[in-house]
């Protein structure tokens, strides 16, 4: 895995979890709850995600292997489920294949928000997870996976950090900013969802290369 790789598979990660939309609808799900209570949910998502993603970067292929589904298939229907978040994500709406007004009445529910649905699916949804496995099936070497597993340690708690500081965050970017920020990673994550799309059809149907 090459450094340009590397860098490409971190900013894939970074608009795949979608740091300030994330930020914005965990403000609103915890905007009757106290600092201390925030701070708390913060800490919990950030154990969640960290978790999460390194069981789906170190066993999601084998799980596809047990259910019969390629690397190309996969890569194909994750190209459609960016393509549909990145759409949403251009008209600064959240994405339904993440995140439903449902999982909003269900975690007004519960005690405890941190891991359904902050760190899942909101911020580790399909379109993480389908970076995840699809990047660590094209770079199955033990090292690549120790840097990428690096990377996701990194990130959960970058993502953490957010989220523990969330109030002081939003009060200094502003929701035009967040808007703004979201359309423009929409537009990133279609194009990338077109080329996951290319080269899953490729895969599927080697002729067309």
């Not at 978790?51 to 190309?72: A, H, K």
């Not at 995140?99 to 399909?126: F, N, Y």
Request: hydrophobic content about 55%; overall charge neutral.
């Amino acid at each position: 895995m090459t450094t340009p790789e590397l860098i490409q598979f971190i900013v894939a990660m970074i608009i795949m979890m979608n740091p300030l939309g994330s930020l914005s609808i965990f403000l609103d799900l915890m905007r009757k709850a106290a600092i201390v209570e925030q701070r708390k949910t913060a800490v919990e998502a950030t154990f969640a995600m960290t978790i999460i993603m390194l069981l789906t970067l170190w066993g999601g292929r084998e799980i596809l292997s047990l259910l019969g589904i390629t690397i190309p298939a996969f890569r194909f229907a994750g190209g459609i489920i960016l393509l549909l978040m990145g759409f949403s994500m251009l008209q600064s709406k959240e994405s339904p294949v993440s995140h439903t007004s449902e999982d909003d009445v269900a975690a007004k529910q519960r005690q405890s928000i941190g891991i359904v649905p902050i760190a899942l699916p909101l911020i580790i949804g399909p379109g993480t997870m389908s970076t995840l496995i699809i990047t660590a099936g094209d770079f199955p070497q033990l090292i690549n996976k120790f840097w990428m597993s690096v990377i996701c340690i990194l990130l959960a708690l970058g993502m953490g950090l957010m989220l523990y500081f969330a109030s002081n965050i939003a009060k200094t970017v502003g929701a035009s900013v967040i808007k703004v920020v979201t359309r423009i990673m929409g537009m990133i994550i279609m194009a990338i969802a077109i080329g996951m799309l290319a080269e899953g059809l490729i895969g599927l149907l080697p002729i067309l290369s």
